[in-house]
Each structure stands twice: as C-alpha cells, then as structure tokens.
Nanobody
Framework: QVQLVESGGGLVQAGGSLRLSCAAS????????MGWYRQAPGKQRELVAF???????NYADSVKGRFTISRDDAKNTLYLQMNSLKPEDTAVYYC????????WGQGTQVTVSS
C-alpha cells in the first residue's frame, strides 16, 4: 500500500512562489500517474495538475503557465512548483497517486494573501 505525505505549504503574498512536495512510500513502484488536486473552503476538490509515468502532463486552465508539476522517481517524490500565486489559489492541496488503487495524501494548506 502506497502512503503519501505532502509538505511545502504555507502563507505567501500574491505574486510569490511555493514548491509543494509529495513523498511516496510503501510500494511506490506500483504507481503509474500522480497528481495534485486542491479544495478551497466551500468548493469541490478540483484537479490542478497531473503527470504520467512517462512524463506527460496536464494542467487546469487556471494554473497553466504558472504551475509546473514534476516527479523524481529515484526519490519517489512528486513536486508542484507554484509561481505568480494569486489569492484564488488559496486551498488545501492534495497529492494523489494512481496504481493498483487511488491513494491520497493528507493535504497541505496554501494561503495567498493579497
């Protein structure tokens, strides 16, 4: 069973940057694709970005050109580089991994002040 632990969230001013990390343990070799979702207060969880085992990526329109997803399979870690942050990016960000099952991390809070 894969376990995911996110880190790197925090408080940042608008226009700033943060890098989220998601460390996978357990059976990371079973993971095919990985991604980031976010959930703002009172809203549904939404896809932010996804990356396949071979490195193809997919982004939400709202983050294209500002966020970059990447993975380091040697370190079993997924990243999300977030630049030019906006107050509307404020949310809890969740890492997810798709393999035998779909696994979620516990989430990390990102708060962008105006």
């Amino acid at each position: 069973q894969v376990q995911l632990v996110e880190s790197g969230g925090g408080l940042v001013q608008a226009g700033g940057s943060l890098r989220l990390s998601c460390a996978a343990s357990g059976s990371p070799f079973s993971i095919s694709s990985m991604g980031w979702y976010r959930q703002a207060p009172g809203k549904q969880r939404e896809l932010v970005a996804f990356i396949s085992r071979v490195g193809s990526t997919n982004y939400a329109d709202s983050v294209k050109g500002r966020f970059t997803i990447s993975r380091d399979d040697a370190k079993n870690t997924l990243y999300l580089q977030m630049n030019s942050l906006k107050p509307e990016d404020t949310a809890v960000y969740y890492c997810t991994a798709v393999g035998i099952n779909v696994v979620w991390g516990q989430g990390t809070q990102v708060t962008v002040s105006s």
